[in-house]
């Protein structure tokens, strides 16, 4: 079994930046793909950023596109959500995903693909 521990949500200003971490643990693990998703009071699940091992060439949802920056470190599984210029439409849980399988870029998106999941992180945005 697979775990993975969301960290680095917290209460930040508008305009500010945080970095959000996803450390998994238990079996022995690659990700294959790897994303983060946000929920927002009220609304869906929503499709943040996503990263493929293979390429390493990262995807992103269209409300955080040239904000915030995903990667990942290959040797520790380690993923990383760096968030910059924070806007109040931003406050969520953000959770990690992972997923055994490689993904093809357009399903990157479907959170029905991955079947790992992190308990969330909870990001606020306030002043």
């Known amino acids: 079994q697979v775990q993975l521990l969301e960290s680095g949500g917290r209460l930040v200003q508008p305009g500010g930046s945080l970095r959000l971490v996803c450390e998994p643990s238990?079996?022995?693990?690659?990700?294959?793909?790897m994303a983060w998703f946000r929920q927002r009071p009220g609304k869906d699940r929503e499709f943040v950023a996503g990263?493929?091992?293979?390429?390493?060439?990262?995807s992103y949802g269209n409300s955080v596109k040239g904000r915030f920056s995903i990667s990942k470190d290959r040797a520790k599984n380690t993923l990383y959500l760096q968030m910059n210029n924070l806007e109040p439409d931003d406050p969520a849980v953000y959770y990690c995903?992972?997923?055994?399988?490689?993904?093809?870029?357009?399903?990157?998106?479907?959170?029905?693909?991955?079947?790992?999941w992190g308990q969330g992180t909870q990001v606020t945005v306030s002043s």
């Open positions: 990263i493929k091992r293979s390429s390493g060439i990262p």
């Open positions: 995903a992972a997923t055994d399988k490689l993904l093809i870029t357009s399903s990157l998106a479907a959170n029905r693909e991955y079947e790992y």
């Open positions: 238990g079996r022995a693990f690659i990700g294959q793909t």
